[in-house]
């Protein structure tokens, strides 16, 4: 919990900072549908897991955005696991490139019903006006960085 409180000081104070450059009039927001596939830290891709989804991109300053998201994570093609994954994510950028941390739950849709802990989601990538490309890291706050808790994952996505 302490991790919890002390990362959300952490967004508290950027966003603070960065408010000097607040455009309170031409604020920009970008939408993207996304596709992509995350593996455990072994990079095994056994079982195949794939996403969908999608991501908002609030423009806070020229060096700060705020990425809502919502993804769909299906565990292989059997459709047998179906997940719910929202997250925020806070993102420093610069042109073209970004880098960023926030959390991210997951609600088990289908089958036994399970609800993950909250998790840090790290990510980078890279965007213009009609793509988007991140890779992130996935961990779970309780388990951090340990061996069989963390995920790796990669999407791209299509700007509406």
Not at 21 to 26: F, H, I, S, V
Request: proline share 2%.
């Amino acid at each position: 919990m302490k991790k919890v409180i002390l990362l959300v000081m952490v967004f508290v104070l950027v966003f603070a900072v960065s408010a000097v450059n607040l455009k309170a009039q031409g604020q920009e927001m970008d939408l993207y549908v996304n596709a992509g596939l995350i593996t455990d830290d072994q990079f095994t891709f056994d079982p195949i897991v794939w996403s969908g989804g999608i991501n908002v991109d609030i423009h806070f300053s020229d060096m700060l955005m705020l990425s809502p998201e919502c993804d769909v994570i299906f565990w292989g093609f059997k459709f047998d696991a179906i997940w719910l994954a929202p997250g925020v994510i806070a993102n420093f950028k610069t042109n073209m490139l970004f880098v960023g941390g926030g959390i991210t739950k997951w609600f088990k849709l289908s089958g036994n019903v399970f609800n993950s802990d909250l998790s840090l989601k790290l990510n980078v990538g890279f965007k213009s006006k009609k793509y988007r490309l991140t890779v992130y890291l996935l961990t779970p706050f309780d388990e951090m960085f340990k061996r069989y808790y963390t995920m790796f994952g990669a999407t791209i996505g299509f700007a509406f």
